[in-house]
């Protein structure tokens, strides 16, 4: 069982930046893909970003190439998404996931419960 906790949400004006932080509770964190993903009022759940167990290969979606950056930390169990240059259409639901398997899309093991991204115009 892996237990997943999401911060470091908020409100930010558009340009502005977060990082988002997703901290594992397993002790075999190396072992787990992280993705990223969102949800906004009224739309379907989307791909953001995932990164492998070992943080070698990473894969984002189109819409934020060139503005967030996953990373993670395996010494602390902690995946990271660094979201720069922010826009209202990033408002959403942020959560972590995590798997054995990398991949974009939902077909991930184990959620978070959701951090809140607000970018006002």
């Known amino acids: 069982q892996v237990q997943l906790v999401e911060s470091g949400g908020g409100l930010v004006q558009t340009g502005g930046s977060l990082r988002l932080s997703c901290v594992a509770s397993v002790r075999t964190f190396s072992r787990y893909a992280v993705g990223w993903f969102r949800q906004a009022p009224g739309k379907e759940r989307e791909f953001v970003a995932a990164i492998s167990g070992s943080g070698i290969r990473t894969y984002y979606a189109d819409f934020v190439k060139g503005r967030f950056t996953i990373s993670r930390d395996n010494a602390k169990n902690t995946a990271y998404l660094q979201m720069n240059s922010l826009k209202p259409e990033d408002t959403a639901i942020y959560y972590c996931?995590?798997?054995?398997?990398?991949?974009?899309?939902?077909?991930?093991?184990?959620w978070g419960q959701g951090t809140q991204v607000t970018v006002s115009s």
């Open positions: 996931a995590a798997d054995l398997t990398i991949g974009n899309t939902g077909k991930y093991d184990y």
